[in-house]
């Protein structure tokens, strides 16, 4: 195999850095080095953010961080800081300049410019928001005050302008039985607090949050001058109290399988007819549509029942809140800080507001992710990132098919499967080829309200427009300043946007080793999706259908099931413990992003040695750089919301649990029995 781009060139630079003669040829090499040092000095790696009193084996990622940990405060005005927070920092002051640069020249109407500058210009008219009080929202209020039926309240419900939910939401996406085509799905909604266990699990903390959320709904309806607001919001807390407790738990709502039943619309309606389905469907833009995918199929029917159920005057109730939630922080400052007190301090654990600057700039960023985008990438984004980015993507494919072609415990059979899976994955790595058309879309410098209507408008009308069109294989679902990763299963596609291709995750003046535990191990865990617990469920093609012997997928459940169970042992907080079932998927491609990108690392070599550097090998550096790549603080109020509903462990379970499974981790670090974080070969959860 050749030796890594990323390599070469950083071999150089460490090379003419250390040149000592003074010939003109290396006295012009070394100038060139200098001014291509890693980001991050001295190789991409911060040696104070060690804390060389804890042994690797002990606490690896305390070992990796600690320095960093012990430093480092959260800012008031954030939940957390860490890798992720320094890439988006570094982007709101991209985008700042990108906003000033539009607000100082001249735009035409109708252009992404024009958008751009207006969005932003009608968040920052504080002047004119306070001025308008409630008016931007009376004729929606106005709406919810005269419904009278339980097919208008279904109606306004399902209206993509307003965001207000109800017991079930609906979206237009990729069918995962025929990946070629889109097709309508349809899921429980409707809650207030990020999940059911906010309303359901015995915990004082989680009771003191309940009285904090069911206070925040009377003071909303207190501003907006409705009567009996402490009333009200008894019931609207009860009310979602009991939607909450037809909902599905998070870990069972990933379940490929059971959240795929097709339906036409007469089967929907026969089967939760307790519900309006044809004024939802019309008032959503969906009236022509017949064929959908129901997600939580079981809840429906009682969901509906419940909707009938429910009084006409108790729905006005909790339309009135969720139009004023939905909106609060668009609204003046009364509106706007009672909505941060709770959902930013309250709930979050952020002490203070962000700056209405910069929350202008994050606005403008997430409803025009792509007209923004675009200017970014021209701006700020190397090509060469890209090209290398690329090189790696496939240094890793090459890493993971060894691995698969050595598997133990899979069959030829299903290897074969697999390896064609892998080679057929393609990856949407920087920034799309093509970029979305705002034509259309209407922005004024004087309608912050107006303006959300419209994307959200907008944005539906994009989804509805793609039903009987072929999926198109160019498009992006997010802008190329995104500073996540994806894997998407229907198209079996890896998106690397370029929001991920910087620094601390990746630089290409930084060590190899440094950017193949960061990034790399981020892009094996996206490839590793397409092979975890969910992921594994398609085929190569994106469809929804086994590929595996029957006896290979036993034998890969019983490994996820022994991954879940070690996960499930962690209590980051007193008397609340990691759910390794709602995790597994992103464990599994952890698990498998970082071996597969060291293997990748050891792969670039093309068998020389890698230098030591400040004493530490190239195997030690690859896991340094992992654990740069999930360096992290947050609340604790952020950290119980994670635990209690997203997909993801704790950052420092997402080093730590994973190292310890791996036995190169082990002979890189001399981790030895004894070691608190040591685990005996044969308890070592090994999948690809």
Known sequence: MKKSLLLRGVAAAILAVAAVSCTAKEESKKAEAETHKPMIEPWGYPLDALDRATKPGDDFYRFANGGWLDATEIPSDKT????STDMRDRNEERIAVIIADIADSDVRPGTDAQRIRDLYRSFMDVEGIEAS???????????????????????IM??????????????????????DSYI?????????????????????RLETTRDAYKAHIENMLSLAGVDAPGAKAAVIFDLEKSIAALHWERAERRDADKTYNRMDRDELQSFAEGFPWSAYFESAGLGGVDELVVVEKSAFPPLAALFQETSVEDWRAYLTFRLLSAHGSYLSAEFDDENFAFYGKALSGQEEQRSRDKRAINLVNGRLSQAVGKIYIERYFPEESKALMTEMFEDIRSALRIRIENLSWMT??????????????????????????????????????????????????????RLGKPVDKKEWF??????????????N?????????????FDPYADPAINYGAIGSIVGHEIGHGFDDQGSKYDGDGVLQSWWTDEDRMAFDALGDRLADQFSQYEPLPGLFVNGRQTLGENIGDLAGVIVAYHAYVLSLDGEDPPVLDGFTGAQRVFLGR???????????????????????????????????IDEWYEAYDVQPGDAMYLAPEDRVKIW
């Open 80 to 83: 957390s800081v860490g890798f």
């Open 133 to 155: 009080g409630l008016e931007p929202l009376q004729a929606d209020l106005d709406r919810i005050a005269q419904l009278d039926t339980h097919e208008a309240v279904a109606a």
């Open 158 to 179: 399902a209206d993509p302008s307003l965001a207000l939910d109800g017991p079930f939401g609906v979206q237009v996406w990729i069918d995962s039985k025929n990946p």
């Open 184 to 204: 309508t799905w349809i899921g429980h909604s409707g809650l207030g607090l990020p999940d059911k266990s906010y309303y359901e699990r015995e915990s004082e």
């Open 412 to 465: 030829e059979e299903t290897k074969t499967a697999a390896l064609g899976k892998l080679q057929k994955m393609t990856a949407k790595i920087a920034y799309p080829e093509k970029w979305r058309d705002y034509a259309g879309l209407e922005i004024a410098a004087d309608d912050i309200i107006g303006n959300i209507k419209n994307v959200r408008k907008a944005d539906a009308d994009l989804a509805i427009g």
């Open 478 to 491: 997010t802008g190329p300043q995104t500073v996540n990763a994806f894997y998407s299963p229907t198209r």
């Open 493 to 505: 596609e890896a998106f690397i946007p370029a929001g991920y291709i910087q620094s601390p995750l």
């Open 627 to 661: 654990a740069q790549a999930r360096r992290f603080k947050q609340t604790e109020e952020t950290l119980r919301q994670r635990l209690l509903s997203a997909p993801h462990s704790p950052m420092d379970l997402r080093v730590n649990g994973m190292v310890r499974n």
